[in-house]
């Protein structure tokens, strides 16, 4: 039986613990007939040494998104690797620890910044970096935090995400006449490298036991890594702008 990504290509960011939603997507991914290129940073070496746990090999690449030089060489690397690219997984995030954990109102604009342009500008600019790659058309997939509401701990962490949301909303405008669509996977609190850089995670994360209509299992990935990749396959092939919620429909509970 074939997979509903058989001979697709796919880039993935972010695979840095087995516990990721991009390590769990670029594993699905792989077992739904796509292949893939990873691409990590700082520490490629690590992502290398994860990727080896994946059902096939993958080549890593180094990216620092917020490099223009690494993003001027992404296309040409890819090309070498590939050919060309079907999709994009945009499974990014970072602010330092003075823009969250409580912090919010005095926090630095410095710090601010780091925080959009690593985790809201990198959307556009990874996906403009790819976009030569996507001849004809594509999926691009990221991943947020539901930014409707202000959360414990997270800061200023949330208005990035809220940037992020906004981002992919005029990227699928600007795109659609291309043929790429741009969507988003707002997954909820997952025990990843991201949530444990979080002072205090276990205060947002208790929203869940108490509001998630379905139970909701913070060591598991893969229900988000599912949704990513249902949105890069042929199976959404007239939805862009779109948020698809895997948080066990906590967004649709007033408390």
């Not at 929203?207 to 990935?221: A, F, G, I, T």
Request: charged content about 20%.
């Amino acid at each position: 039986m074939s997979g509903i990504l058989d001979g697709k290509r796919i880039l993935i960011t972010g695979v840095l613990m087995e516990s990721s939603i991009a390590y769990h997507t670029a594993k699905l991914a792989q077992e739904q007939g796509a292949e893939i290129i990873l691409t990590a940073f700082p520490r490629p070496t690590l992502t290398a040494r994860v990727a080896k746990k994946l059902p096939k090999p993958t080549k890593v690449l180094e990216l620092d998104v917020t490099n223009t030089e690494h993003l001027a060489g992404l296309a040409d690397a890819v090309r070498a690797e590939l050919g060309g690219l079907d999709g994009v997984v945009h499974s990014i995030g970072f602010a330092p620890q003075d823009a969250l954990g409580g912090n919010f109102l005095n926090t630095p604009f410095e710090s601010v910044a780091t925080a959009m342009h690593v985790s809201a500008y990198s959307l556009k600019s990874l996906t403009t970096a790819c976009l030569p790659l996507m001849d004809g058309g594509g999926s691009v997939v990221g991943l947020t935090f539901d930014a409707q509401f202000a959360w414990p701990q997270y800061d200023w962490m949330g208005p990035a995400k809220a940037a992020l949301e906004a981002t992919s909303r005029y990227l699928a405008r600007d795109l659609g006449k291309q043929n790429v669509r741009c969507n988003l996977v707002s997954a909820g609190p997952l025990g990843s490298m991201a949530a444990k850089s979080i002072p205090g995670f276990s205060d947002l994360a208790e929203v869940w036991n108490h509001r998630s209509p379905l139970e909701w299992d913070m060591s598991d990935p893969e229900p988000a890594g599912r949704g990513v990749v249902a949105l890069l396959s042929d199976w959404f092939p007239k939805t862009t702008g779109e948020i698809v919620h895997v948080d066990g429909g906590v967004h649709a509970i007033g408390a």
